[in-house]
């Protein structure tokens, strides 16, 4: 079992950086594989980045490539997404996941904790 907890988000404005944290606890964080994903109001959640057990290999949603960094400190059982340039349509309620893998996952389904959500809002 695994407890996700975010946290960093808040109000910024256009081409404004956050630094989104999300902190675990349980068992072998290292073992797994783990992802952020947002929500905007309306729309479906969506996938923004994931990163493998190692933190060698990181994959983005085409939408954030460029802006936004993935990375984990396995020692601290934390996995941050930097986000940098943001954008007005960047606002959501952005969550971490891990999954049960060491490959990166991009579908939501792969994922099985889930932690309860970090409000991010970029003001034009």
């Known amino acids: 079992q695994v407890q996700l907890v975010e946290s960093g988000g808040r109000l910024v404005q256009a081409e404004g950086s956050l630094r989104l944290s999300c902190a675990a606890s349980?068992?072998?964080?290292?073992?797994?594989?783990m992802g952020w994903f947002r929500q905007a109001p309306g729309k479906e959640r969506e996938f923004v980045a994931a990163?493998?057990?190692?933190?060698?290999?990181?994959y983005y949603t085409d939408s954030v490539k460029g802006r936004f960094t993935i990375s984990r400190d396995n020692a601290k059982s934390t996995v941050y997404l930097q986000m940098n340039s943001l954008k007005p349509g960047d606002t959501a309620v952005y969550y971490c996941?891990?999954?049960?893998?060491?490959?990166?996952?991009?579908?939501?389904?792969?994922?099985?904790?889930w932690g309860q959500g970090t409000q991010v809002t970029v003001s034009s």
């Open positions: 996941a891990a999954a049960k893998t060491s490959v990166e996952q991009t579908h939501s389904g792969a994922y099985s904790y």
């Open positions: 990163i493998s057990w190692s933190g060698v290999s990181t």
């Open positions: 349980g068992r072998a964080f290292s073992t797994y594989a």
